[in-house]
Each structure stands twice: as C-alpha cells, then as structure tokens.
C-alpha cells in the first residue's frame, strides 16, 4: 500500500479534491434551490397582499367576501370579475411553482382555496373563468372544492 500511494499520491489527491469539490458544489447548489423557494414565497406573498390590499380600500369589492351574496339577483360586477381573476392568476402562480418544487409547501392550501372559491362572488367567477386554466390547476381547484 505505501509503495502504491508513493507512486501515485498525485492521482489519490487530485481525486479527493475532485470529489470534495463535487461535493461542495452539490451542497451549494441545494442550499441555492431552498434560498430560492424561500424568495418565490416572499414574492408571492407579497404580490398577494398588494391584490388584498387592493380589495380592502375598494368599496366596489364588498360582495366578494359575503357568504351571503345572491350573484342570481346581483350579477357579477366588472370590478369584482376582475379582482377575482387576479386572484385566480396569483393561485395559479403559487400553484405552478409548487408543483416544479420552486416553492415552499404551504400547508393548507387546499382548505384556503376552497374557503374562498366556495364564496359565491368568486366561485360564480371561476365557473366562468375555469376553462380558460391550466387543466391540472382546473382540477385542482375543482378538487379543492370538493373536499370536505
């Protein structure tokens, strides 16, 4: 064994090197992924608070959080059309990245989808709206509605 490592100590350290540095590039690279779902989350949570915040100083957007609301006597109105559907795109946003592993798992999801969608104002709008989805975001939402 010494006459071996005599002759080739050259090669055993170069390969020690290269697989440590193998190995802290695969380190670097996981920590990398999880810094950066950390960051698509803050993104995403704050582009949803600026949707909310939207809702909470617009008088016209009332009915989208009444249980109560009778979309059959009181249509849909534009400005609640519109501020559901960006609600729709922040969902679907936060659904893609989730699903590609980019994001956080947030725990609960299901139950804040279908808390708000199963509200009359936004599940009239997404009745609406669905088809123009992602068929697997569909299905999910669609899914999320259901559970009990």
Known sequence: MEQWLAENWFDAVSTVGIVGSLWIAILSLRADAKA???????????????????????PKL?????????????PVTGA????VCMVINQASSAYETLKDD??????????DVKSF????????????VKTLQNPDFAAFIDSSLKES
Request: proline share 5%.
């Open 36 to 58: 950066k779902r950390v960051s698509n989350l803050i993104a995403l949570t704050r582009n949803y608070l600026e949707i909310r915040k939207e809702h909470a100083h617009n």
């Open 80 to 83: 609640e059309e519109s501020f």
């Open 62 to 74: 009332v009915r989208v959080d009444d249980p109560t609301a009778d979309v059959s006597k009181q």
């Open 117 to 128: 969608f199963s509200l009359p104002v936004p599940n009239a709008v997404w009745t609406k």
């Open 102 to 111: 980019l994001l956080v798992k947030q725990e609960g999801q299901r139950l």
